[in-house]
């Protein structure tokens, strides 16, 4: 039985009926993209219960599923039908739940790609403290993130085991097959050594060496990243070395690979590392720089780019940079002009060489 309702609209939706249906249409958007907030953190708690995991493909009881995941059912019911009058979740009037092809996405078991990481992490509470403070960044241009967790992002995830995992998945999970995509378009010489600066958990590094079976790497990160790396069957290629990228890099390499560490920080540090970078090359050898890379004009930008300049500003002080940005910054650390090896929506492969 449909049934109809009245309801007291707000004075922008009134206002919507003297200024036309271009001007509802704009209030409706405004009034979604103001409570987009909700939506995250919607997606994020459904992650957190387990839900999307939880389901497989046939219709399911909200009721049983909320006797198996342990939380409340009307409110799991309430947030099922919510996530679902946005497309996510199909769920039906007698409270069954079923899949569809958003909510696959979701799952960690999802054959494809898995956004459920980056659910968690965009809702997680350091992150969700720091975007609420970034009216803190448009008054001082500083970052919100020390601002309002008393230290910085690095030192937070040092400290918050949970969050720190949960950053570490998003990062592994983030982009499908966007490690393959960088192998494939370097050209690695046999017996190059190549150094992947903050690599992190190494699966760069080990998946150019799957590409280049008579090349050998050195995976170098912080202390705390390499002690806690999985106890696994080994590469003898493949090696480790504990620091920082602030005080030193490795030398003796062939080929040095920044991956998603530029952005991290404001122009002074990023010269800092290239500097240090430059320090440890010999004339020739090559700099990778996998970052995305921006078009000039925000019309020409996919709006996903633009709010993650603003998440590297939030939580680091840091900045996606246009083509010139980086030009500049390589040029005034020692390197030559960059050149584009490859150039996706997610990211960009960028190479230039020590002068």
């Excluded at 009134?14 to 953190?41: K, S």
């Excluded at 280049?212 to 090696?239: C, H, M, T, W």
């Excluded at 930008?301 to 500003?313: E, H, K, N």
Aim: hydrophobic share 40%; glycine share 8%; net charge negative.
């Amino acid at each position: 039985m449909t049934i109809q309702t009245s309801f007291q609209a707000e004075p922008a939706e009134r206002e919507g009926t003297e200024t036309g249906a271009a001007a509802a249409g704009d209030i409706r958007r405004m009034q979604e993209l103001i409570r987009g907030m909700a939506v995250t953190q919607m997606i994020a708690a459904a992650c957190e219960v387990g839900l999307p995991d939880a389901m497989d493909d046939d219709a399911t009881s909200l009721a049983t599923l909320s006797e198996q995941l342990k939380v409340h059912a009307g409110v799991l019911t309430r947030l099922a039908r919510a996530l679902s009058s946005y497309g996510i979740f199909d769920v039906d009037a007698d409270g069954g739940i079923r899949h569809n092809e958003a909510s696959r996405l979701l799952r960690t078991t999802t054959a494809g790609p898995s956004l459920h990481w980056a659910a968690r992490f965009w809702g997680m509470p350091g992150i969700w403290r720091s975007w609420g403070a970034l009216s803190h960044c448009a008054r001082t241009g500083e970052e919100a993130f020390s601002h309002v967790n008393g230290q910085d992002f690095f030192a937070y995830m040092n400290g918050s085991p949970e969050e720190e995992a949960l950053y570490q998945r998003y990062m592994a999970s983030g982009y499908p097959g966007r490690y393959a995509a960088i192998a494939d378009v370097l050209a690695v010489a046999p017996g190059e050594r190549v150094i992947d600066v903050g690599g992190g958990t190494g699966s760069l590094a080990r998946t150019i060496l799957e590409r280049n079976p008579d090349a050998r790497a050195v995976l170098y990160d912080q202390a705390s990243v390499i002690s806690a790396l999985p106890e696994a069957p080994g590469d003898a290629r493949l090696s480790t070395r504990a620091g920082s990228f602030f005080d030193e890099v490795p030398t003796g390499g062939d080929i040095y690979i920044l991956s998603w560490i530029l952005h991290d920080w404001p122009d002074e540090k990023a010269e800092s590392i290239l500097r240090n970078c430059r320090k440890a090359m010999s004339a020739g050898a090559r700099l990778v720089v996998v970052d995305r890379v921006l078009q000039e004009s925000p019309k020409d930008c996919d709006p996903l780019d633009l709010v993650l300049d603003l998440q590297m500003l939030v939580l680091h002080g840091g900045r996606e940079r246009t083509l010139d940005d980086f030009t500049r910054l390589l040029n005034a650390a020692g390197f030559s002009a960059p050149q584009i090896l490859s150039a996706r929506p997610e990211f960009a492969v960028v190479q230039a060489c020590a002068v």
